[in-house]
């Protein structure tokens, strides 16, 4: 399978393109609108395009990723699935309910794979984490989390509206998804505030969700403070805590805190790529065609981010 890229982000060069050769990928077509071209592993087969439209009509590629900005996904994932091809893209997938529910209904009748780069809980560790509830016969019942970070460079296009930017945006996913990973279903209640706003955007947000049973969800995003990147879990008999746990560094272990009745107990989980694993589970499932739990997943997201914006 060939892969055709829009836009050479950052985060495709530095933790996509190292896994695409591991990952069976015969080559991979990259369209830089902007002609920027980051340095990329060696010996990695890669031609260069500048227009998405000509890419779409001649590559061979059977697979697209889209990691442009946010404002331009929605288009780009509706034009590579009309044009028979699987579709990956960055969170946001998109920026309103409407456009992620389109391309879901246009994935599935056309029998294609639509899935969100949202890598973080494929990672060992949060499997570890659901295993440690599981050997202490409980169940996640409340979750806090944080991530937040210092101010990106101001010519970043986080910082511009029209490219859809904004806190509440790019970060949504952290707060959409762990309800998913950790209780299986959507929000009885959604809140959420804007602590701090930059010329054009948003920069920091708190929510709180409550779900089903008594479970519950808090969470502080943003990018005007230092670096904090962590999860904590409470159940019965057991209080969980993971950090790294949004962005998990593909050559580090990472620690899990257990304390429980009896004690204290770390367990370490030994270095993953989350990014590698949930590639390898869409290509998988493009071997397939359409796949019901990806756009799930993807849809269920942005209901939640739809409501965070309200």
């Known amino acids: 399978m060939k892969l055709l890229v829009f836009g050479a982000s ?3 060069a530095r933790r996509v393109a190292p896994n695409l050769s591991a990952l069976g990928l015969a080559g991979v077509e990259i369209v830089s609108r902007s002609g920027r071209r980051p340095a990329l592993p060696p010996g990695l087969d890669v031609t260069w395009r500048d227009d998405a439209k000509a890419a779409l009509a001649h590559s061979p590629a059977q697979a697209v990723y889209v990691t442009t900005e ?3 996904h929605a288009a780009l994932v509706l034009a590579a699935l009309e ?3 699987h579709v990956v893209v960055d969170k946001p997938a998109f920026l309103t309910l409407a456009e992620a529910e389109a391309a879901a209904a246009l994935a599935a009748k056309k029998n294609l794979t639509l899935a969100e780069a949202t890598v973080w809980a494929d990672h060992p560790g949060i499997e570890a984490l659901m295993a440690a509830f599981a050997a202490a016969g409980s169940a996640p019942a409340r ?3 944080v991530f937040s970070f210092p101010p990106l460079p101001p010519g970043n296009f986080r910082h511009v509206a029209a490219l859809g930017g904004g ?9 959409a998804s762990p309800g998913r990973v950790l209780f299986g279903c959507q929000p009885d209640t959604v809140a959420c505030q804007i602590l701090s706003r930059g010329p054009e955007v948003d920069t920091a947000f708190v929510c709180q969700m409550t779900y089903p049973g008594g479970r519950s969800f808090t969470g502080t995003f943003g990018f005007d403070t230092g670096y904090a990147n962590r999860l904590d879990v409470l159940g019965p008999n057991l209080a969980a805590s993971l950090d790294r746990v949004f962005t998990p560094p593909p050559g580090a272990a990472l620690e899990l805190a257990c ?4 004690g204290c107990l770390v367990e370490i989980i030994p270095p993953a ?10 290509l998988t499932a493009m071997a397939h065609g359409h796949d019901p739990a990806l756009a799930a997943a993807l849809i269920a997201d942005a209901r939640v ?3 965070l914006s309200e």
């Open 10 to 12: 950052d985060i495709f």
């Open 70 to 72: 946010n404002s331009r």
């Open 83 to 85: 044009s028979g091809r």
């Open 143 to 145: 979750a806090s989390a």
């Open 167 to 175: 806190a509440l945006s790019d970060l949504g996913a952290y707060a």
């Open 259 to 262: 304390n429980t009745p009896t």
């Open 273 to 282: 790529d989350a990014f590698a694993r949930f590639f390898t589970r869409a």
């Open 305 to 307: 981010r739809a409501r």
